[in-house]
């Protein structure tokens, strides 16, 4: 059901719901940018809706929300253990359906993988509602349409932001009863349908041991620097280290936390006994790119990859993870013209 709400009144209603609700969105962080003067974006809390910016990309993902970039799994001392808590308020997000489709993702690593579902991240994501920002056009580095990610309908309220206005179409039938005293319209939300820039996603069974040692990666072992900056805004990357952390005052006592790790940082495959493996940068770029596009979708029938680009922005060496995807595919096929001849 589709309904008109003036911004005023609908900061009336983001009043109403934060009672309930931890309410986030992509917000401006002035100064705070990669370079000098320049602002970032990314998720926090808000309160009304001139905070969020809906008209620029965000540079970090909404992940962190429920998979928090430091989390604390429990508290120890010599004797027993305690699990941690969270907060008790449920939580809505606004984000774009190339990131719904990421949650998902991130849903199928923690609680279908495996014979256990990872309760850390399932108390926190049981919790959540989405608010799908319409999102028509597409941004620098996008190819969401690629990866078959531009689109979804697993919303409770999808929005489209007006000068002075906010459109929504309303599936959730808690919100329909908040939203009933305003004017209904005849709303649905549009999608991207073209990206500025399209990958050709290599064909499965093409993917021989062969490409694993192409002298492709070679290149990425010149350019990558280790920074894990692609890892870090990516929506879909989801690999942790843990820590335990001994308190001064009884350093028998203290707490075990995870923290983001990812597959280009160094010391991410250092083992017991100092063994380490992927040393070099560009058999890290291999292990993601395969992953992404390859070992994931054997085992559940999608990409990893949603084509949010927001590794190609982040990137401080230029490396473009949609380029690196359209060379393996440029590999594959001179491969296999070359085969028949």
Not at 84 to 98: A, N, Q, T
Not at 260 to 283: E, L, P, V
Request: with cysteine; net charge negative.
């Amino acid at each position: 059901m589709g309904f008109k709400v003036e911004n005023n009144r609908f900061n009336e209603i983001l009043k109403n719901l934060k009672q309930e609700y931890k309410i986030y969105a992509p917000k401006r962080f002035e100064k705070r940018g990669r370079f000098s003067d320049t602002d970032l974006i990314k998720y926090g809390e808000i309160s009304s809706v001139e905070e969020i910016v809906w008209n620029e990309k965000s540079q970090f993902s909404p992940k962190e929300v429920v998979y928090p970039i430091t989390q604390t799994l429990f508290y120890f001392t010599e004797e027993e253990y305690r699990e941690s808590l969270v907060h008790d308020k449920k939580i809505l997000i606004f984000l774009r359906p190339c990131d719904i489709n990421g949650m998902r993702r991130l849903d199928t690593i923690f609680l279908q993988n495996g014979p256990f579902e990872d309760i850390y991240y399932k108390r926190l994501r049981e919790k959540v509602k989405f608010v799908m920002m319409e999102c028509k056009e597409s941004f620098d580095n996008c190819f969401c349409v690629s990866m078959n990610s531009n689109h979804t309908d697993n919303y409770s309220i999808a929005v489209s932001f007006k000068e002075n206005e906010v459109y929504l179409d309303v599936k959730d039938e808690e919100f329909l009863d908040i939203l009933k005293a305003y004017d209904e319209i005849d709303f649905k939300p549009e999608y991207v349908k073209e990206n500025k820039f399209t990958v050709n996603i290599p064909d499965q069974e093409k993917i021989t041991i062969d490409l694993f040692n192409n002298e492709l990666w070679k290149d990425y072992a010149k350019r990558c620097i280790g920074c894990g900056r692609c890892n870090m805004s990516c929506i879909t990357c989801s690999c942790f280290t843990t820590q335990d952390i001994a308190y001064d005052e009884n350093p028998q006592s203290g707490e075990r936390r995870r923290v983001w790790a990812g597959c280009h940082i160094d010391k991410f495959t250092t083992m017991a006994g100092g063994h380490d493996f992927r040393t070099d940068y560009g058999s890290r770029m291999r292990f993601k790119t395969m992953h992404k596009i390859y070992d994931y979708n054997k085992r559940f029938n999608e990409h990893m990859c949603v084509g949010c680009g927001r590794c190609d922005d982040r990137c401080p060496e230029y490396i473009s993870f949609s380029k690196c995807i359209n060379i393996v595919n440029e590999v594959l096929e001179k491969e296999e013209n070359n085969n028949v001849k």
